[in-house]
């Protein structure tokens, strides 16, 4: 399994960003996908997941309305839309999927908000 994300970049408050995840190794449409972050001295986080078929999606309350999660299975990758970021979104991303009882991590993106 290897998960590939990329997008990360300084920006603005008030700016966007699109995060994505190239996955490998095993059947991506039929599991679904996950986006983490972690912000210098806390714990990782959850952001965002997708069902396999990309039907259901949900969000952390912080990001919900501001940050969209997709995904072609056709790439085999997974996005993260963030929109109207702010200073409290800096964190490095990751994504996640769980295949058979073990958890896979990419390597991150970081992600920077500051003007």
């Known amino acids: 399994v290897q998960l590939v994300e990329s997008g990360g970049g300084l920006v603005q408050p008030g700016g966007s960003l699109r995060l994505s995840c190239a996955a490998s190794?095993?059947?991506?449409?039929?599991?679904?996908m996950t986006w983490y972050r972690q912000a210098p001295g806390k714990e990782r986080e959850f952001v965002a997941v997708?069902?396999?078929?990309?039907?259901?999606?949900n969000y952390a309350d912080s990001v919900k309305g501001r940050f969209t999660i997709t995904r072609d299975n056709a790439k085999n990758t997974v996005y993260l839309q963030m929109n109207s970021l702010k200073p409290e979104d800096t964190a490095v991303y990751y994504c996640?999927?769980?295949?058979?009882?073990?958890?896979?991590w990419g390597q991150g993106t970081q992600v920077t908000v500051s003007s």
């Open positions: 190794g095993f059947p991506f449409s039929s599991f679904r």
């Open positions: 997708i069902s396999s078929a990309g039907s259901i999606t």
């Open positions: 996640n999927v769980r295949y058979y009882m073990n958890d896979y």
